[in-house]
């Protein structure tokens, strides 16, 4: 963008007026004027033209309107990619901004397009160079705007020095380069000592012991895991062969072969069906044909039974009379021995009333007899009762201690011991070494001669004839872990109610014993009483209340009543024989008054059957008429049967085997039902022997072996990865270091380049240092002395500044971006022969790049150069 003229009404001290300055042209332009002559005013309101939109009610707008108010418009011409636009706003009142062609005077933009337009084609190029380049009356520090932190002004530096150099993000200079290495420094410290070894109370030393504790632990899992590897061997095998048989290939490969198979079984079947029907057309026919012949014979049958039917009737009237005299003579027969049978019976029922008496005699001794074997079984059962009470009694007063306790404490008795190991090495030690016979004791503990005594608390050794000492262990002595056991070890020995681990083991021993006691009674009680115990009772006091018998009360001797039923029993017998010698001939008898009755009721309905059938098979009119045709119809299916027959023939000859496909359509299908059997046949081996495995090992040592192993893994991955975190940050550290100056000169060399001819013409050999963070000039050096910029002279101060911009605006330059240098009241401290030299450099710099300098010193100024403009204020 270059600036080719700039326009004013009714602006601060052009109230009223109208005022513009230019035109500018590509090199250096001057505009000298005395103070108070609104040069200022013209560079305030050129940034708020471009930075601010029209209804920006901001400070910097409202500190452009006269006091007597109205509208402030400014109007400037710009000239982007060799075509001039002027841009035209007005603020506060009447507000507007338009986008007009120059050449032309056509409207390109108006009010919100007109500032899209502008943010488009100058701010997103040029806003951060603008406010770089742009200096304001009495603000030509480094930073132009005062604020070293500006964002736009930093963000177009470090854009220009990555498109110069292209490596914006490997600046590691200044204080990021000390953040990374402070935090560097205290990563390592936290991990290692300057040895790198792993530090005290560091993750990395935590990781190490962890790991040494795990691979104790790991080994004495492993002897435990070795006893399952034989069902986990099957189990593999079994898993295998269920993978095999749930290959997806393998079961698409037998659904496409049952696929085939089924349909050529069913293009057999159809043609198997035109057979069939075929065949069934032959068997209709063939039936029919036979209907006919058998018509045939049916009437030539008739005709025959008509001849014989008469003398039928005669012999079945003369039977029906021999079974009508047969029918009274059985009748008679069987009311007589039904008389004599009832005689037989009422004897017997006499004879069988004085048996029950005797029996119900029987029936009590049986009784007593139960009692007394029940009252044995009573006695026997007191001692597997007793067994069984006791055996209760000692698992409801022993501690419930599990195995899986046990294998707690155990574990914890190992850490424990690991623990106090360690304590002990660590720990101060006395060795006692006693002269003669002379003993020594701690808490009247006999102590062994020349034997290391770890002082892990505070103590008093008796010494005979001495007295006593006190041992006192230093603070090095580090009992936490070791006490932190102990304590859980007491607290889980509390929990279970025993004083130490043996008694938790024996208690675990007397419950195993007690509940084998207790199994044993239950299994001698369950001989004794195989239905219960209850139910035995139950049966003792109902017998003795059926005896009126006490069941505290001795038991009686028994009796010798004897209860003879002999005769009784003989007499019952002889009468049971007459009864049966009496109801034997009934059967007889009854089968032949039924036989005469059913002979009677026989002959009487052949008779019936006979005279009907006389009357059906009497002749029709028309019988030898019906003969006739159906000798013809048998004649006309003889012919039929013999097509349908040829017929069959012929497809029978095509018909494939449906047979054998329908047997390897069924040898497929028995082929994946085998394999569904196996795949379950597997799936419960599979569970068998997980199950196996499960009950081998209920402590779940596998899972605590892979858990163990899988966190000592863990334990070893954390160390080496600590190591290697120690490494690298101590080598990230070195790098940086060995970096830092490296990358700080790569990255500044363009804009060194840039700014060192310039410096070098106001201080030959001067050399400068660049801030890394600001990208700006943070010192610089003259004959050996180092001065940061705070110190410099105001003259010197703003010769560096002004020298920093054209730096930059070479670099804009070289990359494409005319961007126009403007300097409001620059230089006001320099003195006459350093101007001279800034002058020039100026000068050189317009070359290239349009500048505008902006000036009260009409005199020193004069020796600028370039195009000179003046400010001209007209009254509208």
């Known amino acids: ?155 177009a530096r470090r854009d220009l020095m990555s498109s110069v150099q292209g490596q914006i993000d490997t600046v590691t200079g200044g204080r990021r380069m000390d953040r990374i290495v402070g935090r560097a420094r205290a990563e390592l410290d936290t991990l ?175 009784k007593w007899d139960r009692l007394r074997a029940l009252a044995r079984t009573r006695d026997a059962l007191i001692t597997p009762r007793a067994a069984l009470q006791d055996a209760q009694t000692a698992l409801s007063t022993t501690p419930e201690v599990t195995p899986a306790d046990i294998e707690a404490l155990d574990a914890l008795r190992i850490s424990l011991t690991v623990a106090e190991e360690r304590h002990n090495a660590a720990a101060a030690k006395v060795v006692l070494y006693p002269e003669g016979h002379a003993k020594a004791t701690r808490d009247g503990a006999l102590i062994a001669p020349e034997a290391d005594v770890p002082i892990d608390a505070d103590m008093t050794i008796a010494l005979e004839g001495y007295g006593a000492v006190r041992l006192v262990p230093g603070s090095a002595a580090d009992r936490g872990k070791r006490d932190a056991l102990r304590a859980e070890m007491a607290s889980q020995l509390t929990a279970l109610g025993v004083a130490d681990v043996p008694a938790a083991r024996a208690a675990l021993s007397a419950r195993q014993e007690a509940k084998a006691g207790a199994a044993t009674a239950r299994a001698q009680i369950a001989a004794l009483a195989p239905d219960g115990t209850d139910a035995l009772e139950a049966t003792w006091r109902t017998l003795c209340a059926e005896l009126d018998h006490a069941p505290d009360a001795p038991m009686p001797a028994p009796t010798q009543e004897a209860h003879t039923t002999q005769t009784l029993d003989e007499t019952a017998h002889r009468l049971d024989a007459e009864i049966e010698a009496a109801r034997a001939p009934l059967d007889a008898l009854q089968q032949a008054v039924t036989q005469a009755i059913t002979a009677r009721a026989k002959a009487t309905g052949a008779l019936e059957q006979l005279a009907t059938e006389q009357q059906t098979l009497a002749p029709a009119p028309d019988e030898d008429s019906q003969r006739t045709d159906l000798e013809a119809k048998r004649t006309s299916l003889a012919k039929q049967r013999a097509k349908a027959d040829a017929e069959v023939a012929t497809l029978q000859a095509i018909t ?9 359509h069924q040898r497929l299908i028995g082929a994946q039902t085998a394999d569904e059997k196996e795949r379950r046949a597997l799936e419960l081996q599979l569970a068998g022997l997980t199950a196996e495995i499960g009950v081998q090992a209920d402590a779940g040592v596998e899972e605590k072996l892979a858990e163990t192993e899988g966190q000592l893994v ?163």
């Open 656 to 664: 494939p085997d449906v047979a054998a496909l329908e047997a390897a």
């Open 714 to 876: 863990q334990a070893r991955t954390r160390a080496a990865r600590y190591a290697q975190e120690a490494q690298a940050w101590a080598l990230l550290i070195q790098e940086l270091e060995d970096a830092r100056q490296a990358a700080q000169e790569t990255y500044f060399a363009p804009i060194r380049a840039e700014l060192t001819p310039l410096l070098a013409q106001l201080h030959a050999g001067a050399a400068f240092d660049l801030d890394p963070d600001k990208m700006l000039v943070r010192s610089i050096t003259r004959d050996g002395v180092t001065d940061t910029l705070d110190v410099l002279s105001g003259g010197a101060y703003e010769q560096i500044a002004i020298l920093t911009r054209l730096a930059f605006a070479r670099l804009f330059a070289k990359q494409g971006q005319h961007v126009p240098i403007i300097l409001d009241d620059a230089l006001v401290h320099t003195d006459d022969a350093r101007i001279e030299a800034m002058f020039t450099m100026l000068a050189q710099t317009a070359q290239n790049q349009q500048i505008i300098v902006l000036s009260c010193r009409t005199r020193a100024f004069s020796d600028l150069g370039g195009t000179r403009a003046a400010i001209r204020v007209g009254v509208d």
């Open 192 to 366: 290692a000592t300057k040895t790198l070894r792993p530090k005290a109370n560091g993750p990395w030393k935590e990781a190490e012991d962890t790991a040494e504790a795990l691979e104790l632990s790991r080994d004495q899992l492993q002897q435990q895991v070795r006893k399952l590897s034989a069902a986990l061997s099957q189990k593999r095998s079994a898993k295998a062969r269920l993978s095999a048989l749930n290959d997806p290939e393998l079961a698409q490969t037998r659904a496409a072969k049952i696929k085939a198979a089924a349909e050529a079984l069913g293009t057999a079947q159809g043609h198997l069906a035109k057979l069939n029907e075929a065949s069934a057309t032959l068997d209709l026919i063939t039936r029919e044909e036979a209907l006919v012949a058998q018509s045939l014979r049916d009437m030539d049958a008739v005709r025959d039974r008509r001849a014989t039917l008469m003398r039928d009737l005669k012999a079945q009237e003369d039977a029906h009379a021999k079974a009508t005299q047969a029918e009274a003579s059985a009748a008679q027969a069987l009311s007589a021995q039904k008389e004599k049978l009832a005689t037989a019976q009422a004897d017997r029922h006499d004879i069988e009333a004085a048996r029950q008496a005797a029996q119900k005699a029987q029936a009590t001794t049986q």
């Open 1 to 155: 963008m270059k600036l080719r003229s700039l326009k004013l009404h009714n602006v601060r001290r052009f109230a009223g007026q109208t005022a513009q300055i230019g035109p500018f042209g590509d090199g250096l332009t001057t505009i000298t004027a005395e103070n108070e002559q609104g040069k200022s005013t013209f560079f305030d309101a050129l940034h708020v033209l471009l930075f601010s939109a029209h209804s920006s009610q901001s400070q910097e707008v409202k500190s452009l309107q006269p006091h007597s108010g109205g509208p402030v418009q400014i109007a400037a011409e710009i000239e982007l990619d060799g075509h001039n636009y002027r841009i035209e706003k007005t603020y506060l009142q009447q507000r507007s901004a338009q986008v007009i062609d120059a050449s032309t005077g056509a409207i390109v933009q108006q009010a919100g397009d007109a500032e899209a337009w502008i943010e488009a084609h100058i701010l997103r190029a040029h806003k951060g160079p603008t406010g770089l380049l742009w200096v304001r009356q009495g603000m030509s520090h480094v930073d132009p705007t005062g604020r070293d932190k500006d964002a736009d002004n930093l963000a």
